[in-house]
């Protein structure tokens, strides 16, 4: 069965301080990727896909970025943290191909800026 | 652009109370239709899914029907448990495309004993 891995489930970090978070998704090949973010107050908002390795469609302008360097795996990151970019981070996949496509989640992260 | 409406929390109910959460959504293109619930602290999981027009999603006892000609996809279950209490996610895809979702607000249920 297919499974996905987020981690950290929590981190404090300070503003200007760098990010890196991490997902990989295991049972499956040549998923579909996405980052996700729940805003405190707000609901989730698609930051980045990906539909394959080294490829990143970015959905709304920020100071984050995202990576894909193997096939299962998904990184987020940022050179210098904001206040603003502190929330609930969302990974996902979903089938690369095939009908009634669903996304699965991992646990997510909640990150405080501070 | 797209989007999803649905209606503004918090909603609380008794135990074995009916349940309505109201969910609109943009008809652009045929998107697929969706509920996720969010547990506290926890991410979210699919409650159910509808990828055209009249289809009826649903599990655990909560249904929701895909109305093209209203753009609506309300949830309902007949009735609650305290076990239920959690946020609620209306969202929408592009068709066959189910992980671009694009979400509601989300409406957090609190159900009382």
């Known amino acids: 069965s297919q499974t996905i891995h987020q981690w950290p489930a929590t981190l404090v970090q300070p503003v200007g301080s760098p990010l890196s978070l991490e997902c990989t998704v295991e049972?499956?090949?040549?998923?579909?990727l996405y980052w996700y973010r729940q805003a405190a107050g707000r609901g989730l908002q698609l930051l980045f896909y990906?539909?394959?390795?080294?490829?990143i469609s970015s959905e709304v302008p920020q100071n984050l970025s995202a990576s894909r360097p193997q096939d299962r795996q998904f990184i987020l990151s940022s050179k210098k943290l904001l206040l603003s970019d502190s929330g609930f981070y969302l990974c996902?996949?979903?089938?690369?191909?095939?009908?009634?496509?669903?996304?699965?989640f991992g646990q997510g992260t909640r990150l405080t800026v501070v | 652009g797209d989007s999803v409406t649905q209606m503004e929390g918090p909603v609380t109910l008794s135990e074995e109370a009916f349940l309505t959460i109201n969910c609109t959504y943009t008809?652009?293109?045929?998107?697929?239709l969706f509920w996720y619930v969010q547990y506290p602290g926890e991410g979210l999981q699919l409650l159910l899914k509808?990828?055209?027009?009249?289809d009826k999603g649903s599990n655990k006892g909560f249904e929701a029907t895909y109305r093209k000609e209203t753009t609506s996809f309300h949830l309902e279950k007949g009735s609650v448990q305290v076990s239920d209490s959690a946020v609620y996610f209306c969202?929408?895809?592009?068709?066959?495309?189910?992980?671009?979702?694009?979400f509601g607000q989300g409406t957090e249920l609190s159900v009382k004993p």
């Open positions: 996902a996949w979903s089938a690369w191909t095939g009908l009634n496509t669903e996304a699965f």
């Open positions: 049972g499956t090949s040549n998923p579909n």
């Open positions: 990906s539909v394959g390795i080294g490829q």
């Open positions: 008809a652009t293109g045929y998107p697929s």
């Open positions: 509808a990828t055209k027009a009249d």
């Open positions: 969202a929408r895809s592009p068709y066959n495309q189910g992980g671009k979702l694009i």
